[in-house]
C-alpha cells in the first residue's frame, strides 16, 4: 500500500465533504446572517457535535481503532472479530442511555453552552438541541465503522461519508425552510433536520461497506449479552484505555464551550463569525491533518505491536514532513488571503460587509496558529498507537489553561473580539504540538531523519513568494462590498485565477529549490 497515495485519496473524499460543508455554510450565511437565530443554531449543532467528538471521533476512535490494530496483528482476524461485536454491544447501550439523558437535559446544555443567549433565541437551541441529539448516537456507531474499515484499509466509505449530512442539510435548508416559514415556525429549524436526516443516511451507507469485508457486527440486545460483551478482557481495555482519553477530549470540548460562551459576550452575530472561521480552518486540517492521522494510526499500531521501532519512526518524519510541506502554505493563504476568501465564499443575501471583515480577523487567528492545529493530527496517533493516552491529556490539560490564559490577553486586554478567541485556539494548538514532539523525542520512539533543515528552508522560501504574490492579489481587485450577477462572477475568476497562481508559484518554487512530490512515496 502506498501511504501517499492512500492519503491523497482520503484527501480527495475529505475535499468533497469540506466542499460541501463550505455550500451548506454558504446557504446558512445568504439565508440566515449572522444574529441570534444563527447563534443559537450553532449552539444546538454544537452539542451532540461535542459529544460527538467525545464518544465517537475522539474518546472511542483514539482507544478501538490501536486496539483494533494491535489485536489483528498479533491474534489474527477471528479474534478480532469478537472484540467488535463485543465492542459495538457495548456501545449501542451506552449510546441509547445517552441519548435519552441529552433529549431530557437539553435545557441545561444549552444553557451551559450558550448562557447568553436572549429567551426566543435559548428556546429555539433546546428545540433544536433535542431534535439533533439523535445524531450523536448515529455518528458513534459510523466511528465504529470507520474504525473497522480503516483498519482493514477501506478507506473510501469513512471518507465519503461526511458529504451526505452536507446534502442533507442543504436539501432541507433550500427545501424545507420556505415551508416551516409558511407554518409559521422558525426557518432555522430546517437545518435540524437536516442534521438529523444525514446521520441517518451516514449510518446506512456502512452496511454493505461492511457486509462485503464480512465484519458487520453483531449487537447482543438482552442485559445477559451486555453482561458477556462488558466482561470481555478486549472491551475492558479498550474502556480503560477510553478513560484518559475521554479526559483529554473532554478538555478540547470544555474550551469549545468556554469559547463559545466568550464569542457570545462579545456582541450579537460572534458566535456565527467563529463558526464560518472555523470552516475554513477546517479545510486543511482535514485535507492533511485528519487525512494522515486516518491513515497513520492503523500503522503506527501495528508497527508497536510488531516492536517496528525504526518503521514507527520513519512513518512519524513522513507524517511531519508532509506537513510542513502542504499545511504551511495554507497558513500564509489564511493569515494573508483571509477577506478575499471569505468575501468570495460568504458575503451574499443577509451576510454582511462587516460580517466579512469580523470573519476575516478570525480566519487570520486560526491561520497564525494552523501548523499546530495540523500537526496535532500527526503527532498525537503516534502516543494512541503506544496505547498512551496519558501524555495527550496532561498536556491538553495545560494548553486548555494557557489558551485561557491568551483568552485574557487578545480578547479582553487588547479587546480584538473574536479574533482573539481564534488567536487564542491557534497559539494554543502550537504549544500542544511542540510538547508532543518533545515527548516522543525523549522517549526515544522519534528520531528526526536527515536533512530536516534544509527542507525547511526551501518551504519558507516557497511559501514567501506565494504570501508575496497573494499580499499583492489581495489589494488588487475590490473584493467585498459589490453586488450583482457581474461582480459576482469577476470575483470568482479573479479567486480561480489567483488560488491557481498562488499554487503554481509555490509548487514551482519547490522543484526549482529541488523539492519533488514523489519523494514522499512511501510503502506499507
Known amino acids: 500500500m502506498n501511504l501517499l497515495r492512500t492519503a491523497s485519496v482520503v484527501s480527495i473524499f475529505t475535499l468533497l465533504s469540506r466542499i460541501t460543508g463550505l455550500v451548506r455554510e454558504q446557504m446558512v450565511a445568504g439565508l440566515f446572517g449572522a444574529n441570534a437565530m444563527t447563534d443559537a443554531y450553532n449552539v444546538a449543532f454544537r452539542i451532540p457535535n461535542m459529544l460527538r467528538r467525545l464518544f465517537a471521533e475522539g474518546a472511542f476512535s483514539q482507544a478501538f481503532v490501536p486496539a483494533l490494530a494491535a489485536a489483528r496483528a498479533r491474534d489474527g482476524d477471528d479474534a478480532t ?4 461485536d463485543a465492542v459495538a454491544t457495548v456501545l449501542l447501550w451506552a449510546l441509547l442511555v445517552t441519548c435519552v439523558l441529552g433529549v431530557v437535559g437539553a435545557p441545561v446544555l444549552v444553557w451551559a453552552l450558550g448562557a447568553g443567549l436572549s429567551a426566543p433565541a435559548h428556546e429555539a437551541a433546546v428545540v433544536m438541541t433535542r431534535w439533533m441529539f439523535p445524531y450523536i448516537g448515529f455518528m458513534s456507531l459510523v466511528a465504529l465503522s470507520a474504525g473497522i474499515l480503516n483498519t482493514w484499509k477501506r478507506f473510501v466509505v469513512p471518507a465519503v461519508t461526511p458529504v451526505l449530512l452536507n446534502l442533507a442539510s442543504l436539501a432541507c435548508g433550500y427545501g424545507l425552510a420556505p415551508v416551516l416559514e409558511r407554518q409559521g415556525y422558525a426557518p432555522i429549524y430546517s ?3 437536516g442534521v ?40 475492558r481495555q479498550v474502556l480503560r484505555k477510553m478513560g484518559p482519553a475521554l479526559l483529554g477530549v473532554g478538555v478540547a470540548q470544555l474550551s469549545l464551550l468556554i469559547n463559545t460562551q466568550i464569542a457570545i459576550s462579545v456582541g450579537e452575530g460572534a458566535a456565527s463569525w467563529l463558526t464560518y472561521a472555523d470552516r475554513l480552518m477546517e479545510f486543511p486540517i482535514a485535507l492533511l491533518g485528519v487525512a494522515l492521522g486516518v491513515v497513520l494510526t492503523p500503522q503506527l499500531a501495528a508497527s508497536t505491536a510488531r516492536g517496528e521501532t525504526e518503521k514507527y519512526s520513519g512513518l512519524l518524519d513522513w507524517g511531519l514532513r508532509l506537513t510542513l510541506l502542504l499545511a504551511l502554505p495554507c497558513a500564509v493563504a489564511l493569515v494573508v488571503f483571509a477577506e478575499p476568501l471569505v468575501a468570495v465564499l460568504y458575503q451574499r443575501g443577509a451576510f454582511r460587509a462587516a460580517d466579512v471583515t469580523s470573519t476575516a480577523h478570525a480566519v487570520m487567528g486560526y491561520g497564525l496558529g494552523l501548523m499546530g492545529l495540523v500537526s496535532i493530527k500527526v503527532l498525537a496517533p503516534g502516543f494512541y498507537a503506544r496505547q498512551d493516552m496519558r501524555t495527550p491529556v496532561r498536556i491538553a490539560v495545560g494548553v486548555l489553561v494557557l489558551t485561557q490564559v491568551f483568552n485574557a490577553i487578545f480578547v479582553f486586554g487588547f479587546q480584538i473580539g473574536v479574533a482573539g478567541l481564534s488567536l487564542s485556539i491557534g497559539l494554543g494548538a ?32 516557497a511559501s514567501a513568494a506565494m504570501g508575496a504574490l497573494q499580499w499583492w492579489l489581495a489589494g488588487h481587485f475590490a473584493w467585498v462590498g459589490g453586488k450583482g450577477f457581474q461582480f459576482e462572477l469577476a470575483r470568482a475568476g479573479w479567486m480561480a485565477l489567483s488560488l491557481g497562481a498562488s499554487a503554481l508559484l509555490y509548487f514551482g ?16
Not at 472479530?81 to 467488535?84: A, D, E
Request: aromatic residues 6%; hydrophobic residues 60%; without cysteine.
Open 430 to 461: 502550537v504549544v500542544n504540538a511542540l510538547l508532543l514532539l518533545r515527548g516522543l523525542r525523549r522517549l526515544g520512539t522519534y528520531t528526526p531523519e536527515a536533512g530536516w533543515a534544509l527542507f525547511l528552508l526551501r518551504v519558507l522560501l
Open 81 to 84: 472479530r469478537h472484540l467488535i
Open 509 to 524: 518554487v519547490l522543484l526549482l529549490l529541488g523539492v519533488k512530490l514523489r519523494q514522499f512515496a512511501r510503502r506499507a
Open 191 to 193: 437545518l435540524a433536520v
Open 196 to 235: 438529523m436526516v444525514g446521520g441517518l443516511l451516514q449510518l446506512a451507507l456502512q452496511v454493505p461497506a461492511l457486509r462485503k469485508i464480512g465484519l458487520m457486527p453483531r449487537f447482543a440486545l438482552g442485559l445477559s449479552g451486555l453482561r458477556r460483551a462488558a466482561a470481555d478482557e478486549g472491551v
